[in-house]
């Protein structure tokens, strides 16, 4: 199609009868005759006319597609051969929508071949990459337009917009204004109290983590909540960490530096980061790109690096001290950098801070390199090691939720049938599995050891033994988890039988069915789950 449209150029009629664009520059005289030229004066002098002869532009404009399809070059001085075109032409990447491949992207490159020659005579193409995204449509998946009420100014979304503004901005100046009402009920249902503001950042990370590679968009407020949360998360951390790096040792001056476990695993993690980041963002995958942030960002550096610091803030020497100051300010410094193409307000902010401590003196992050995958930092051992201690901690925690054991009560933590490897990590670990399994106490039993009465995890290459003496009641937790288990059947037979209804099934959007059923799946593990609780506690 593409060579189609190269080869059979067909006529275009490029003017248009529009109050805007681009006059077209013709003037013509009472007998008729047509005069081009940039404007009257240079049409006269050029043509030798006095003032005597009344000139008239024409009143139409160019054909919108026409001016734009000359932007890679008209920008840059052209027909002048002007540095800039010398040193910015051909564009690397072009942004379009797959709508107006025709439209734009395809005359452009017919005008560029036609104008713009190389030294040898040959034309040159406007741009080396085309990158199509999909088109952004409301949460029903409906095209958004002004008739239909459901266009999101992007604008309400960084700023906010209360409720009757929103109103306004919907129903106001309407071709169809017997549409109103419809717009306004449909509007204070979505947003009975406006838009909340949620930033140009928080909007930004939302398109990236949306753009699948030219798939529409149906549009999720709850996804630029979830993303508003990652910048505010960003943000706590970065706090966290300034509160215990500013006008401290952070090793940049020299001293001993020790790393713990922790900081070895948080630098190999950063680097395998950044050379996912990096090749999805060379992919065009800006949403596999925006996944991979928001993972390292909130589960691995926020949720497990930051709260394995804590044992090493609160009782390191001095060289460990130092070690994982300078680890925290470093990684961060890097993760600022690293994003900072998605969300460069907060990331410029945090990094004004952060510079000082690392030494920087350059004035803005934007001039910074960006990160560089550094193989002499992925120590493969701590990867391992801090997996395996993850493992631990996580099933200690899940056992303490699912035995609804109060969080902060210290537990007692028995391990049998250690491998050689996990024993190891056991001692080599243990000030971290106590902080943060909050365990009063660990102790490894042999294999053959049966052990108190007790609720088990099985991890990698250990059985994990939590016991229940003291710590519940059994008859007040079957009857407790009983409940629960009614209160989820419950749930289960209101969705079963609104699905089996026909026409709810018929009215409803396929948005609507597809939550229902979701629920559903929910509530089915969540009993699956509760049945299996009220098995380990009834045999106990």
Known sequence: MYFSWMRDIQDWCISRQLWWGHRIPAWYDNDGN???????DEVRQENKLGTDV????????????????????????WPENTDALRQFHPTSVMVSG?????????????????????????????????????????????????????????????????????????????????????????????????????GTD??????????????????DMKRLEGYRNFC????????????????????????????????????????????AYREALDNFRFDIAAGILYEFTWNQFCDWYLELTKPVMNGGSEAELRGTRHTLVTVLEGLLRLAHPIIPFITETIWQ??????????????????????????????????????????????????????????????????????????????????NLARLESITVLPADDKGPVSVTKII??????????????????????????????????????KLSNEGFVARAPEAVIAKEREKLEGYAEAKAKLIEQQAVIAAL
């Open 34 to 40: 047509v005069y081009v030229g940039r404007t009257e």
């Open 54 to 77: 009344a000139l008239r532009q024409d009143e139409d404009v160019l054909d919108t597609w026409f001016s734009s399809a000359l932007w890679t070059f008209s920008t840059l001085g």
């Open 98 to 198: 797959f709508d107006i491949i025709f439209f734009w992207i395809a005359r452009m490159i017919m005008m560029t071949m036609h104008f713009i020659k190389d030294e040898n005579g040959k034309p040159q193409v406007p741009f080396k990459t085309v990158y199509m995204t999909g088109l952004i449509r409301d949460d029903e998946g409906q095209k958004m337009s002004k008739s239909k009420g459901n266009v999101i100014d992007p604008l309400d979304m960084v700023d906010g917009i209360t409720l009757p503004e929103l109103l306004e901005k919907r129903t106001g100046n309407m071709m169809q204004p017997q549409l109103a009402e419809k717009i306004r009920k449909r509007t204070e249902k979505q947003f009975p109290n406006g838009i909340e503001p949620h």
């Open 202 to 219: 928080a909007l930004r990370f939302t398109l990236a983590a949306l753009a699948s590679t030219g798939r529409d968009i149906n549009w």
């Open 232 to 275: 505010n998360k960003l943000w706590n951390a970065s706090r966290f960490v300034l509160m215990n790096t500013e006008d401290q040792d952070c090793g940049f001056n020299g001293g001993e530096m020790v790393l713990s476990l922790a900081d070895r695993w948080i630098l190999a993690e950063f680097n395998h980061t950044v050379k």
């Open 353 to 434: 801070r952060v510079k000082a401590i690392c030494g920087i003196t350059a004035d803005t992050i934007m001039l910074q390199p960006f990160p560089q995958y550094d193989a002499s930092q992925v120590d493969d051992a701590a990867l391992a090691d801090t997996e395996w201690l993850k493992q631990a901690i996580v099933a200690v925690r899940n056992i303490r939720a699912e035995m609804n054991i109060a969080p902060g009560k210290p537990l007692e933590l028995l391990l049998r049938g250690c491998s050689k490897e996990a024993e190891r990590r056991v001692n080599d670990n243990r000030s971290f599995l106590l």
């Open 460 to 497: 990698d290459g250990a059985e994990l033994l939590i016991p229940m003496a003291g710590l519940i009641n059994k008859e007040d937790e079957l009857a407790r988890l009983a409940k629960e288990v009614a209160k989820i059947e419950g749930e289960i037979g209101r969705i079963e039988s």
